[in-house]
C-alpha cells in the first residue's frame, strides 16, 4: 500500500497541472454550502469549484447554511460529517486563505447541481481533483487481482416506513452479472462496499454464500477508491455509485436503471445524471423483466429508447442559461448595513 500511495502521488504531480496552474490572484472568495451525504456533497462541491477555478477565486464554505439547518440553525451532524469527509481527498479545499469577499453564483442551476450535462467535459479534472489522500488507500486497493469485482450495496431508503422506489437491486441483477463474469473466465474475488451492519443482510450472505463474496470492511474513504479501482465494478442505486462511475478505471462498469420512472429514492431525478458517452458501461432495467436486472444494455439503448427514462435523458438540458460550471457569472454578495440582520 505504501508504494501504491508514492505511485498515486507521483501520478498526480505529472499529470495534474491543471490543479496548480490557475491564476488565483482575484482575492475574492467564492462563498458555497452543501446539503445532505458524502456523494450530493462531492457533486455540489465539485461544481462550484469548477466555477471558482473558471474565476480565479478562493473557496470558502458557509458552515451557517451548509451543515447547519436554515431554520433552527441547529448543527446538523450528520451533514457536517459529509462535508468534512471531502478531506479524504487529496487536493480538496475548503477554506482557502485570503480576504473573506464572498461572491457567489447568480444562476439557479438545478437542484444539487444533479445533471450530466455540468460535468461531461470535466472527468479528467474530477480525476486529478479527487485524487485519494493517503488514508483513503487500503491494502485491499494494493492487493486487488486483475479480474476482482467491487460491488456497492445501498441501505434501503425509506420514508414513511416505507422504502422509495428502488433503492437496492434484487438478487437477480448481481447473480446474472457474477455468472457473466464467471463463464467468462473473468470473476476474481468479490468484495462487498456497504455499512458495516449490512455484512450479514439478506444480499449480503447471499452473494457471501454464492459467490464468495468478502465484506470489505474499510472506511468510507476506503471503500470508494476500492469501488473505483476494482476493474469490474457493479453499481447500486445513489450518488455514492455515480460518483464512482464517474471517477472509476475499470475496464468494465455495471449500474441499474428504472425505465418506469426518473425520480429518485429522495431528491433528485436519476435520469439528469445518466452518462451518455462511456462505452465500459452497462446499464440494467430492472422494470418490465421476470428477472429484473438481467439485460445488458449500452448507454445508446436506453438513452434512445421510448421509455419514461429515456424521455427523461433526451429532455435533459443545463436547468437555466448560464448553469455550465464554466459559463456561471458570479456577482459579489450584498452587504447589508450596519445594524441590518440579513
Known amino acids: 500500500a505504501g508504494e501504491l500511495k508514492r505511485d498515486i502521488a507521483r ?78 481527498f487529496r487536493y480538496v479545499t475548503l477554506f482557502e486563505d485570503g480576504p473573506k469577499e464572498v461572491v457567489v453564483p447568480n444562476a439557479q442551476c438545478g437542484q444539487f447541481y444533479q445533471n450530466y450535462e455540468y460535468y461531461r467535459g470535466e472527468r479528467c479534472f474530477a480525476q486529478c481533483l479527487f485524487a485519494p489522500g493517503p488514508d483513503s488507500v487500503s491494502d485491499a486497493v494494493a492487493g486487488l487481482g486483475c479480474n476482482d469485482v467491487a460491488i456497492h450495496i445501498r441501505a434501503p431508503w425509506f420514508r414513511d416506513g416505507k422504502e422509495r422506489n428502488y433503492t437496492v437491486p434484487p438478487w437477480s441483477y448481481y447473480d446474472s452479472i457474477l455468472q457473466r463474469l464467471t463463464d467468462q473466465g473473468r470473476r476474481g474475488t468479490v468484495w462487498l462496499l456497504s455499512d458495516h451492519r449490512l455484512c450479514n443482510a439478506s444480499l449480503s450472505t447471499h452473494l457471501k454464500a454464492r459467490w464468495g463474496a468478502i465484506c470489505n470492511l474499510g472506511t468510507v474513504a476506503q471503500d470508494h477508491f476500492l469501488a473505483r479501482s476494482a476493474p469490474t465494478f457493479i453499481g447500486s442505486f445513489g450518488t455514492f455509485t455515480w460518483t464512482v462511475a464517474f471517477l472509476a478505471s475499470s475496464r468494465e462498469i455495471h449500474l441499474p436503471f428504472d425505465s418506469s420512472l426518473t425520480q429518485g429514492s429522495s431528491w433528485a431525478h436519476w435520469d439528469g445524471l445518466f452518462i451518455d458517452d462511456d462505452e465500459r458501461i452497462f446499464y440494467h432495467d430492472m422494470h418490465g423483466e421476470a428477472r429484473p436486472g438481467t439485460n445488458f444494455l449500452n448507454w445508446r439503448m436506453v438513452k434512445f429508447g421510448k421509455s419514461q427514462y429515456a424521455r427523461g435523458i433526451q429532455g435533459k438540458k443545463p436547468e437555466a442559461k448560464g448553469c455550465l460550471p464554466r459559463e456561471v457569472a458570479v456577482t459579489p454578495r450584498v452587504t447589508p448595513p450596519p445594524g441590518v440582520v440579513k
Not at 480565479?56 to 451543515?67: F, I, V, Y
Open 11 to 88: 501520478a498526480v504531480e505529472e499529470g495534474c497541472s491543471i490543479l496548480w496552474t490557475v491564476n488565483r490572484e482575484d482575492p475574492r472568495s467564492l462563498l458555497f454550502a452543501t446539503r445532505g451525504q458524502m456523494s450530493n456533497v462531492f457533486i455540489q462541491y465539485f461544481y462550484y469549484r469548477v466555477v471558482a477555478d473558471s474565476h480565479g477565486l478562493r473557496l470558502h464554505e458557509n458552515k451557517q447554511n451548509g451543515t447547519r439547518k436554515k431554520i433552527s440553525m441547529v448543527v446538523n451532524e450528520s451533514e457536517a460529517r459529509a462535508t468534512r469527509s471531502l478531506r479524504h
